[in-house]
């Protein structure tokens, strides 16, 4: 059973870090693009950042580019999106999904939520002070 399971979020202060992880089972993420996403109360859910399959090339909104980084590694079938300066507009519930790709490119629509197949559950993240 494919499954994807979100962890590291949590409450941190405005200007903080936290790394979330995105740990898959049942599937291997090598023919996998992985998107992350976020879904603040009474709004729509949000693309924030995606990698190619062998995390050679990414796209990240612009509301997190140069605060965000996404990276993965394969072997521990593993994504992580590093969060620093964070915002309290930040504050969301962030998921990872993933989407068939056979190259090391950003596939087409990279952040938009109907593009992904499988998707975990979320992990909180709360910016307060």
């Known amino acids: 059973q494919l499954q994807l399971v979100e962890s590291g979020g949590g409450l941190v202060q405005p200007g903080g870090s936290l790394r979330l992880s995105c740990v898959a089972s049942?599937?291997?993420?090598?023919?996998?693009?992985i998107g992350w996403f976020r879904q603040a109360p009474g709004k729509e859910r949000e693309g924030v950042s995606c990698i190619s399959t062998s995390g050679g090339n990414t796209a990240s909104a612009d509301s997190v580019k140069g605060r965000f980084t996404i990276s993965r590694d394969n072997v521990k079938n593993t994504v992580y999106l590093q969060m620093n300066s964070l915002k309290p507009e930040d504050t969301a519930v962030y998921y990872c999904?993933?989407?068939?790709?056979?190259?090391?490119?950003?596939?087409?629509?990279?952040?938009?939520?109907?593009?992904?197949?499988?998707w975990g559950q979320g992990t909180q993240v709360t910016v307060s002070s």
């Open positions: 049942g599937f291997t993420l090598d023919y996998y693009a």
């Open positions: 999904a993933a989407r068939l790709s056979y190259s090391d490119y950003v596939p087409e629509n990279p952040l938009r939520v109907p593009a992904y197949n499988y």
